[in-house]
């Protein structure tokens, strides 16, 4: 009789991982499950985006691969070795395209997710974990948490001393950008819309993780009335709420809505309000919601209040990429980004 592919798992599992799991010390992760850590973490296979990218900033070398291959030009801004490593898919989210076996053939000695810790992800997490052996950490992918989630990546692959100076980072530009948002009066902060994709329909509600750097900064989302994550709206919703302020991630929509007599009318388009968010190598306000948003603060404090934040994108720029990404850019590549060109 064959075994069915539960057992082989197992099988696997117990093979592979057994005496590094012997060996481990428990760790909480953020949901407060205990997860075995081996004394030494070599691999780390990233259950998503977000995880890839968090793990990339911190320890690239223990990165596995990615959820999906880069592309060369997202590559120039990426230490190119590690870029280039292979797409092993990905557990969680849309898509999801890892099977246990190929997880297990790999060899990680950590599975590393980034996101909701809600009941599902930790149903899942614990499943994944028992069924082959491998610690799997959950992790809080919220924007206001990324100081906290840096230090648990720290004690997960015991390197505490680089994960505090991330953190650091965070803590102090959080810091310093709300204290100045604290001061703005309510009747000067902006109301704005996120459109996501070719048409500029998609959009973030209230609560949804893709507009947490909207929230963070005080504007009003127009459409937080409703809660929930993405969803698809009309042009004559988009319309009634006439925003102040247009971000999108779509070059298509930003390049065309100027021009689009449907939205003319809208005071975001008649004022020349609609922002290209950069997106070299990842996304700056989302897509996907990871570290990559912090610049993105930066990018959007200005953006919405012009006055209280004049300090050099180019030069924020430069730093983060710096810090986070373990390659400098040169002034060229900056004006490529922050043109919101691939």
Same mark, same amino acid.
């Given at each position: 009789?064959?075994?069915?592919?539960?057992?082989?798992?197992?099988?696997?599992?117990?093979?592979?991982?057994?005496?590094?799991?012997?060996?481990?010390?428990?760790?909480?992760?953020?949901?407060?499950?205990?997860?075995?850590?081996?004394?030494?973490?070599?691999?780390?296979?990233?259950?998503?985006?977000?995880?890839?990218?968090?793990?990339?900033?911190?320890?690239?070398?223990?990165?596995?691969?990615?959820?999906?291959?880069?592309?060369?030009?997202?590559?120039?801004?990426?230490?190119?070795?590690?870029? $280039? #490593?292979?797409?092993? *898919?990905?557990? @969680? /989210?849309? +898509?999801?395209?890892? &099977?246990? !076996?190929?997880?297990?053939? =790999?060899?990680?000695?950590?599975?590393l997710d980034v996101g909701s810790t809600n009941p599902t992800f930790v149903s899942?997490?614990?499943?994944?974990?028992?069924?082959?052996?491998?610690?799997?950490?959950?992790?809080?992918?919220?924007?206001?948490?990324?100081?906290?989630?840096?230090?648990?990546?720290?004690?997960?692959?015991?390197?505490?001393?680089?994960?505090?100076?991330?953190?650091?980072?965070?803590?102090?530009?959080?810091?310093?950008?709300?204290?100045?948002?604290?001061?703005?009066?309510?009747?000067?902060?902006?109301?704005?819309?996120? $459109? #996501?994709?070719?048409? *500029?329909?998609? @959009? /973030?509600? +209230?609560?949804?993780? &893709?507009? !947490?750097?909207?929230?963070? =900064?005080?504007?009003?989302?127009?459409?937080?009335?409703?809660?929930?994550?993405?969803?698809?709206?009309?042009?004559?919703?988009?319309?009634?709420?006439?925003?102040?302020?247009?971000?999108?991630?779509?070059?298509?929509?930003?390049?065309?809505?100027?021009?689009?007599?449907?939205?003319?009318?809208?005071?975001?388009?008649?004022?020349?309000?609609?922002?290209?968010?950069?997106?070299?190598?990842?996304?700056?306000?989302?897509?996907?919601?990871?570290?990559?948003?912090?610049?993105?603060?930066?990018?959007?404090?200005?953006?919405?209040?012009?006055?209280?934040?004049?300090?050099?994108?180019?030069?924020?720029?430069?730093?983060?990429?710096?810090?986070?990404?373990?390659?400098?850019?040169?002034?060229?590549?900056?004006?490529?980004?922050?043109?919101?060109?691939?």
């Open positions: 009789m064959q075994p069915d592919r539960r057992t082989l798992i197992a099988g696997l599992a117990a093979a592979l991982l057994a005496p590094d799991v012997a060996r481990a010390a428990a760790v909480s992760d953020a949901a407060g499950r205990a997860v075995p850590i081996p004394d030494k973490v070599l691999r780390v296979f990233p259950a998503g985006p977000p995880a890839a990218i968090l793990l990339y900033t911190l320890a690239p070398e223990l990165l596995i691969g990615w959820p999906r291959a880069n592309r060369p030009e997202e590559c120039v801004y990426l230490l190119p070795d590690i870029c $280039a #490593r292979p797409e092993v *898919g990905r557990i @969680t /989210g849309r +898509g999801n395209t890892a &099977n246990l !076996e190929v997880v297990l053939a =790999l060899k990680p000695d950590l599975i899942l997490a614990t499943r994944v974990q028992e069924q082959t052996g491998i610690p799997y950490a959950l992790l809080d992918g919220r924007f206001d948490a990324i100081a906290a989630t840096y230090r648990k990546l720290g004690e997960l692959t015991h390197r505490q001393a680089a994960a505090e100076a991330l953190a650091r980072y965070a803590d102090e530009t959080m810091t310093a950008i709300k204290g100045r948002v604290e001061k703005i009066s309510e009747d000067r902060r902006p109301r704005v819309y996120y $459109a #996501r994709g070719p048409r *500029g329909l998609e @959009t /973030g509600l +209230g609560g949804s993780i &893709n507009v !947490e750097t909207i929230d963070f =900064l005080g504007a009003r989302n127009v459409a937080a009335e409703r809660k929930g994550g993405l969803a698809i709206v009309s042009v004559e919703q988009v319309l009634l709420w006439n925003p102040d302020v247009i971000v999108t991630i779509d070059r298509d929509f930003a390049a065309g809505v100027r021009g689009d007599p449907v939205w003319g009318s809208i005071a975001a388009v008649r004022a020349g309000r609609v922002h290209l968010s950069p997106k070299m190598p990842f996304g700056w306000v989302d897509f996907p919601p990871s570290v990559n948003r912090l610049i993105g603060l930066w990018w959007l404090a200005k953006i919405l209040y012009p006055e209280q934040f004049p300090e050099d994108i180019g030069a924020l720029t430069r730093d983060f990429y710096t810090r986070f990404y373990h390659v400098t850019p040169t002034a060229a590549q900056i004006e490529h980004v922050l043109a919101g060109r691939d």
